[in-house]
């Protein structure tokens, strides 16, 4: 079956420094993996969506990349700050219907 | 960008009584949503895909008629949780896509997620 897992369940880091999140996927070939941000008590915000015949993608401070060979791709936020403190879910599909890893909890402290 | 709102956010209610949750597309017509389930510390589950004007899909091991979906309009899509137990204690969590726009089509909208806590 498919199966997709983020390789920390919990990130501490410094403000200021580079977070680099992990996601691998098995039994899938996705066409897109996307990344979302979840707060405490609400519902999944889009980040980011990288597409199979792409390798990464930048969007102000968060870039993803996408490596099908390996099965995964990596997250990172650059410059991070307190407010990125959240969780970080990959997620695989397309549209609604999406499969998600268990997310990976962000503290970033001052 | 796509809104949609949940409501009610929280709700509790006693074993045995129905809860009916909502999902609206405020800015869009969304002829498919979607309901999700999360648990504490847990991924969401996908149960089902609400399609405007015919019946819901349910994922395996979802229980069509303990969450009965209904998807009357474009823009309302309603799961109901019947005989709730406290097992049913949960984050449930809608979500819909913009059809027809290139670059929207493929990302999902959520909405703000209903806690239902069953006592």
């Known amino acids: 079956s498919q199966k997709i897992e983020q390789n920390s369940e919990a990130l501490n880091i410094q403000e200021g420094k580079t977070a680099t999140l992990t996601c691998n996927y098995t039994n899938y070939s996705p066409a897109y993996l996307q990344w979302y941000r979840q707060d405490p008590g609400r519902g999944p915000v889009f980040l980011l969506l990288i597409r199979e015949n792409e390798k990464e993608k930048r969007k102000e401070r968060l870039k993803v990349t996408f490596d099908t060979t390996l099965k995964q791709s990596l997250f990172h936020i650059t410059a991070s700050q307190p407010a990125d403190s959240a969780t970080y879910l990959c997620a695989l599909g397309e549209g609604g219907k999406l499969i998600f890893g268990q997310g990976t909890e962000l503290s970033v402290k001052p | ?119």
Not at chain 2, 24 to 40: E, G, I, N
Not at chain 2, 74 to 97: G, K, M, N, Q, W
Request: glycine fraction near 6%; hydrophobic fraction near 35%.
């Open chain 2, 1 to 119: 960008g796509a809104v949609v709102s949940q409501h009610p956010s929280r709700v509790i209610c006693k074993s045995g009584t129905s809860v009916k949750i909502e999902c609206r597309s405020l800015d869009f017509q969304a002829t498919t949503m979607f309901w999700y389930r999360q648990f504490p510390k847990k991924s969401l589950m996908l149960m089902a895909t609400s399609n405007e004007g015919s019946k819901a899909t349910y994922e395996q091991g979802v229980e069509k008629d303990k969450f009965l979906i209904n998807h009357a309009s474009l823009t309302l899509s309603t799961l109901t949780v019947t005989s709730a137990h406290p097992e049913d204690s949960s984050f449930y969590i809608c979500s819909a896509r913009v059809p027809g726009r290139t670059t929207m089509n493929t990302e999902a909208f959520f909405g703000q997620g209903t806690r239902l806590t069953v006592v």
